[in-house]
Each structure stands twice: as structure tokens, then as C-alpha cells.
């Protein structure tokens, strides 16, 4: 899997929209790009993955630069409920009937504030 | 649509006791795994199931054994707990897309 770069912290106004980079340079062409979190004392939550496209669904909107190398994770309107840490991970994604561990590396804490 | 289920939320064994750990998903999903957390630290898989009927280690087996019940369940076992398996245990679930659900994990202190 590729490694990726993200910063250690970050704060957002609640309310406002909270971005989230990250910097995989040595993404490969069948590698996606995965975004988790994890909400204190709570199991990991998946919140979106892309290819090469931009992607959106319910939670967030993850935009993929054109030559992959980095991705940046929107939250449209951050609440104190968003307040958690956010791990991007690069890797090539299996089918059903394989399996593999998903490493998290150290992730973005990002703190809402009031 | 529960998704990945865990029992139970809390547990406190003596060293030496066993315990089994239950895991169940209603996605349909092929893969399952099971995964600890020690404070402060990333996740590290103790086993895995790629389908019903195979299981295998993952990073950290030694201590624990698994069994795939069928395609829903995937149990955790402890035979003779130590207090190094301290520790928040989850366990997930992944179909076609390979993305894992988790379950909200078992809180286990071993005195």
C-alpha cells in the first residue's frame, strides 16, 4: 500500500467546512484512496474511497488531484459530532473472497469548535 | 440493518479465565476480521476470514483462536487470558469493495 502524509491536527469553526489533505505521491494506477474515522472509544467508520474521480455521498466529498498524488477530504458543515480522527489510506482494493488488513497510519485529529 | 454487532460491550477477566468474544454482521459480507486497539496505538489484526469456512492469522494471533460460525459470525476466543491482552477489540466486516464496518468493540481488562 502507499504511504501517505497528514498533518497531525487541525481545527474547524462548527459550521464551517472542514478540508482534509492528504499526500499520497507514490499512489499506484489501481491504488484507491480511502477515508475512515474514528469518534473517541469508537470502532472505525468508513466515510468515502475514489479512484480518480471526485466522489460525494451523504458524510463528505473527496476530491482526487488529477495526477492522484494527493486527495483532500471536505466536510460541508462541520459539527462537534465531526470531531474525531481522520485517516486516508492508499490501497489497491481486493474482491469478495479476499482479505486484508487495513492499516491506519497516524491520522488528522481534527477538533470542532463551539 | 444492524451492521457489524459485538458482544459484549465490557468485560473483566482474572488471568487464566477464557472468554469468547461474538461477532455478527447482516451485510452478507465474505470477509471478516478481527482487530485490537491498545491505548494511544492503531488498530493490529489478530485474524482474519476471507470467506466462511477459511480463517487465518493476522499480525498478532498468538493467545487467541477464531472461528467462523458461518457466514454471519466470527467469534474470538481467549483460552487463558494474560493481562497483555488488555485491550478494545474490534471486529469488521468487508464484502465486494473491499471497504470495512466496523463494530462499536469490546472493552476488555484481563486483572
Known amino acids: 500500500d502507499a504511504k501517505t502524509t497528514q498533518p497531525t491536527s487541525m481545527d474547524c469553526a462548527e459550521g464551517r467546512a472542514a478540508n482534509l489533505p492528504c499526500n499520497h505521491s507514490?499512489?499506484?494506477?489501481?491504488?484507491?484512496v480511502y477515508w475512515y474515522r474514528q469518534i473517541h472509544s469508537q470502532g472505525p467508520q468508513y466515510i468515502i474511497h475514489?479512484?480518480?474521480n471526485n466522489e460525494t455521498n451523504e458524510m463528505a466529498s473527496l476530491i482526487i488531484t488529477e495526477d492522484r498524488k494527493s486527495s483532500t477530504l471536505i466536510l460541508p458543515h462541520a459539527t462537534l459530532r465531526d470531531t474525531a480522527v481522520y485517516y486516508c489510506?492508499?490501497?489497491?482494493?481486493?474482491?469478495?473472497?479476499?482479505?486484508?488488513?487495513?492499516?491506519f497510519g497516524s491520522g488528522t485529529q481534527l477538533t470542532v469548535l463551539p | 440493518n444492524a451492521g457489524v454487532t459485538q458482544t459484549p460491550k465490557f468485560q473483566v477477566l482474572k488471568t487464566g479465565q477464557s472468554m469468547t468474544l461474538q461477532c455478527a454482521q447482516d451485510m452478507n459480507h465474505n470477509s471478516m476480521y478481527w482487530y485490537r486497539q491498545d491505548p494511544g496505538m492503531g488498530l493490529r489484526l489478530i485474524y482474519y476470514?476471507?470467506?466462511?469456512?477459511?480463517?487465518d492469522k493476522g499480525e498478532v494471533p498468538n493467545g487467541y483462536n477464531v472461528s467462523r460460525l458461518n457466514k454471519r459470525e466470527f467469534s474470538l476466543r481467549l483460552e487463558s487470558a494474560a493481562p497483555s491482552q488488555t485491550s478494545v477489540y474490534f471486529c469488521?466486516?468487508?464484502?465486494?469493495?473491499?471497504?470495512?464496518?466496523f463494530g462499536p468493540g469490546t472493552r476488555l481488562t484481563v486483572l
Open positions: 475514489g479512484l480518480k
Open positions: 489510506i492508499v490501497r489497491v482494493a481486493l474482491g469478495s473472497g479476499s482479505a486484508r488488513q487495513l492499516t
Open positions: 507514490t499512489i499506484s494506477g489501481n491504488e484507491y
Open positions: 476470514s476471507a470467506s466462511e469456512g477459511t480463517t
Open positions: 469488521a466486516s468487508s464484502g465486494m469493495t473491499d471497504t470495512q464496518y
